[in-house]
């Protein structure tokens, strides 16, 4: 087993003290504490800082309260279920569908600090941490590198020492871990497991059958759900581009721009659901009945994002963005005149009218979770 981990791993404790007292005077490192704690002087906040002797202490004295900061600011406030299920002592590997850049994992473990589980390690691409305050940031977060842009044989030894790691953090280090579903945010509103994903997780099992390795890991689905996404507009333009089967090509500063709009932009109302333990009975039935791997995969993922669409939070303007879609009153229950009215302000202040697929792309947006839990009742039954 590779255990020369040294290019992807997040700091180690020895190692926080020195990294906090390099960026802490970084101008938007700077920022992010003024924010954090705006009724103390600089002074006294860069002591708190430099004090921090591990990464949890830094994530507990000053990560928490930034996002603690961020929910008051900027959302309608965070609510919570499933996690009261999970044991105390249990490391998890929590795969969850993925909205926001740095929100999604920031908020899950905000989530775990309070109900005193393990906090995660958390897997975020290379390309999103171009600046080197944003490196350390994510490091001192506990973040480890997903290596993107590689060469196929690059990507094959890459995704071998990544799914080692992984391995290495929950069954050795006892740490749980977080991965979102896919590469990339989702930018339609549907979520979908790439099965990619779950065969690099694959790829450390050793001996294990898939059936025993993925109930090793403990899998938590995980679903996120905020009721309005403050780069719904952003991210149009990659999405018209696809309709379009068009090449998109990203911008210089679009990830970090994301990044700072989705923290400080408006999302109104946000919960999060731990969908519980993937159980051995259920991998095992999938190896029983399923027969190649990729077969198995395939089903894993069709399994994790059921579990998702099931406890998805729908808020009123998904239920508004579906009946507008689909343009009857289905859901009309589900929402008020003036909900109704305030979501097609949002929508004329986003996209034009008269371009019918720019309106239907954000529409869909927030009308795919519903169609996807219909899908998924219809399979069902």
């Known amino acids: 087993m590779n255990n020369d981990f040294e290019d992807i791993r997040f700091y180690k404790d020895e190692e926080v003290e020195e990294a906090l ?214 991210k149009m333009p990659e999405l018209m581009a696809k309709r379009m089967k068009e090449t998109y090509v990203k911008s210089a500063n679009e990830d970090f721009n994301s990044i700072m709009q989705g923290a400080m932009g408006q999302k109104g109302r946000i919960h999060i659901s731990a969908c519980g333990v993937l159980n051995e009975d259920v991998f095992t039935e999938i190896e029983q009945n399923v027969g190649s791997v990729n077969d198995q995969l395939k089903a894993v993922a069709e399994k994790i994002d059921q579990k998702i669409y099931e406890n998805y939070k729908l808020w009123p303007a998904n239920y508004i963005a579906c009946d507008l879609v689909n343009n009857n009153e289905k859901y009309a229950s589900k929402y008020t005149d003036k909900e109704k009215r305030q979501f097609e302000r949002r929508l004329t202040r986003r996209v034009g009218y008269k371009n019918a697929l720019e309106l239907n792309s954000y529409l869909l947006m927030y009308a795919s979770p519903v169609i996807n839990k219909e899908s998924m009742y219809e399979k069902k039954s």
């Open 21 to 234: 007292r390099e960026y802490v005077r970084h101008p938007m490192v700077k920022a992010l504490f003024q924010f954090t704690f705006p009724e103390k002087e600089y002074s006294e906040i860069e002591e708190l800082v430099v004090s921090c002797r591990s990464i949890r202490d830094f994530q507990t004295k000053v990560i928490y309260h930034s996002v603690d900061k961020v929910l008051e600011r900027t959302t309608g406030g965070l609510t919570y279920s499933g996690f009261n299920d999970l044991k105390e002592d249990e490391s998890y590997f929590y795969i969850s569908n993925h909205r926001d850049i740095i929100l999604d994992t920031s908020l899950l473990n905000y989530t775990l600090y309070d109900h005193n589980l393990i906090m995660t390690a958390s897997a975020i691409g290379d390309n999103l941490v171009q600046k080197n305050f944003l490196l350390a940031l994510s490091r001192l977060n506990r973040n480890f590198l997903v290596l993107r842009g590689l060469g196929p044989r690059e990507m094959l030894k890459s995704s071998m020492k990544l799914s080692e790691y992984i391995r290495k953090l929950l069954f050795k280090d006892k740490r749980s871990v977080w991965m979102a579903q896919r590469e990339g945010r989702t930018k339609d509103g549907s979520d979908h497991t790439q099965q990619g994903v779950l065969k690099m997780l694959a790829m450390a099992k050793g001996k294990m059958s898939l059936a025993e390795y993925f109930s090793n890991l403990k899998m938590v689905p995980v679903a996120i759900s905020y009721e309005f996404d403050p780069t719904d507009i952003l």
